[in-house]
């Protein structure tokens, strides 16, 4: 569909991709939410009827701390509840919730015609949401149901969420409901949508300062300890992917799909990937393997949780070290990736390790011919890839890949001098991955490869660890450049209509044979 006019784009909007699992805008609402049931175990046909209160883009820029989608039966009854719940981090998790409706007409605050349902459940928190608060404990959710009776109410929305601590102590309670009655947007004027919109327009853009207030108060007032962020756990959406990240799964994807296609694994591994751009999930198999062996084996799922995993495999020189140091020394805490049979995983990176990581000739074993965009000669490709060995052997982060993971041990288990140093003597040239970018991937993508690994390993050199920075400054630097480029080309302009009026000048008051030819050659 060809796009819309900026002045005939709707002031709110709902977008399918703002919701459940990331990306599948194609979808719509209604087949990502199929999908998401399906994934639950659930029957769509059990749930014909579904509801979504959340807060709506404004001018393409929304922040919902938390959204509800309430789910009717045929007897359009509500049987079950989605909280989607993001944070500040870019981070999302989805609960399905199911329980029985009891039937309990609160007269104690309003007066109603008819007793509204309301639906109670509690589940267990796994998902960090503030940094005063951990992953223990559980939430209470009691919500009255907008549409009772049998879909027929005013759509009241009144919800309350309690958190409580490990102990089952309450911390917090928090209540979502109507101030004011629904309005339908098809029956209003012209005035009252304007009106409406200049009511609550500013409201999505100070949700997160609102919330960095309150933290800041009880960070500076109330001097409650602050948690670091853990990663999110399998059953959670880790944050958007960066473009370099995006990269790098690409590559990783094309490496383990070679690896187990040319490997003697007898199960499959079910390959699931954070990042929507890619196809998020895909089976890979052994060319040994026969249908009988597919049939009784049981498949391994390896499903990476947050793009972060690509980065710390794009630092690190050695990957079959990097799977283990995640799968055996890591935990949930800074865990990247799950894995539900770990061992095979490991013997199968550690053979490809075993036969491949050795030091190698710079360039790739299969020549091919070079991209028509980019004519790079061979030298030209030599430096190019030195460089990121040279990179590798002082940047790479293999020689302190305990630093990238948080020691699980107590304290009285650790007894290291503080003057002690360690020195990683085993080659730290070309990973596994830049040799499989060298010798087969598309010459585009090995390019892309390079840059993304390049600018990761130069980050935490020059920027402290965010290659976002060195994005900024080259944006800064291309920026004075082409200043400096138009500077310099309207000087040499200005010389030269000098110099032609000069000329032409000259020609006229003295006749002179030599500067009419002069002024004839400026004047072209």
């Known amino acids: 569909m060809p796009k819309k006019s900026i002045f005939r ?23 990502k939410l199929h999908l ?16 979504l209160v959340t807060a709506p883009r404004f001018l ?13 039966n045929e007897e359009k009854e509500l049987r079950a509840m989605i909280l989607e719940v993001n944070n500040t981090f870019d981070e999302r998790r989805m609960y399905l919730l199911k329980d029985s409706i009891v039937k309990d007409p609160d007269e104690s605050w309003t007066i109603i015609e008819h007793p509204r349902s309301r639906f109670r459940d509690t589940w267990s928190k796994d998902f960090h949401v503030s940094p005063f608060n951990s992953r223990k404990g559980s939430y209470a959710l009691s919500a009255w149901d907008p549409f009772s009776p049998h879909l027929n109410g005013t759509g009241d929305v009144d919800n309350t969420i309690t958190l409580s601590s490990s102990k089952a102590h309450p911390k917090l ?23 409406f919109i200049a009511s609550w327009w500013w409201v999505g853009f100070v949700t997160f300062p609102r919330i960095v207030k309150e933290a800041g108060k009880l960070f500076f007032r109330r001097k409650l300890h602050v948690r670091y962020r853990p990663e999110v756990l399998k059953d959670s959406i ?8 995006a990269t790098v799964e690409r590559t990783f994807r094309s490496f383990l799909r070679s690896l187990v296609t040319h490997s003697i694994l007898e199960q499959p591994i079910i390959y699931v990937s954070p990042i929507p751009s890619s196809p998020t999930e895909e089976i890979f198999t052994s060319k040994r393997t026969t249908s009988t062996d597919l049939s009784r084996s049981e498949p391994i799922q390896f499903k990476v949780t947050t793009p972060l995993f690509y980065a710390r495999l794009a630092r690190h020189s050695h990957i079959s070290e990097f799977i283990s140091n995640e799968i055996l020394t890591a935990d949930d ?11 095979p995983l490991l013997h199968l990176f ?10 190698s000739a710079l360039l790739p074993v299969r020549r091919r011919p070079l991209d028509h965009n980019r004519r790079l000669s061979t030298s030209h490709k030599r430096a190019l890839w030195s460089f990121q060995h040279w990179l590798r052997r002082h940047c790479s982060s293999s020689s302190s890949s305990s630093s990238r993971h948080r020691s699980t041990a107590g304290p009285k288990e650790v007894t290291r001098s503080p003057t002690t140093s360690q020195t990683d003597i085993r080659y730290l040239g070309f990973s596994q991955l830049d040799l499989f970018a060298m010798q087969h991937e598309p010459t585009h993508q090995a390019a892309r490869y390079r840059r993304a690994v390049q600018k990761m390993l130069l980050s935490d050199v020059l920027a402290f660890g965010h290659p976002e920075v060195l994005d ?20 040499v302009w200005e010389c030269v209509l000098t110099r032609r009026e000069w000329a032409g000048w000259v020609c006229s008051r003295t006749g002179e044979e030599a500067w009419c030819q002069w002024e004839t050659w400026w004047r072209g």
């Not at 209540?175 to 098809?186: E, K, L, Y």
């Open 9 to 31: 784009r709707p002031w709110f909007s709902i977008q399918a991709s703002d919701y459940l699992e990331r990306g599948g805008e194609k979808l719509g609402l209604r087949g």
């Open 36 to 51: 998401y049931m399906k994934s639950q175990g659930e029957d769509v046909n059990d749930f014909p009827f579904a509801y």
């Open 60 to 72: 393409g820029y929304s922040f919902n701390p938390v959204s509800f989608w309430y789910l009717y």
């Open 173 to 195: 309670i928090a209540r979502v409901f109507s101030s004011q009655p629904s309005i339908d947007p098809t029956t209003l004027s012209y005035w009252a949508s304007l009106r």
């Open 238 to 245: 880790g944050r958007s992917a960066t473009e370099d990240e």
């Open 333 to 343: 805490k800074d865990r990247t990736f799950h894995v539900s049979h770990p061992r």
């Open 350 to 359: 550690e053979e490809e390790a075993a036969e491949t990581l050795a030091p």
């Open 472 to 491: 900024a400054v080259s944006y800064v630097l291309r920026v004075v450049l082409s200043y400096v480029f138009v500077r310099g080309v309207r000087s």
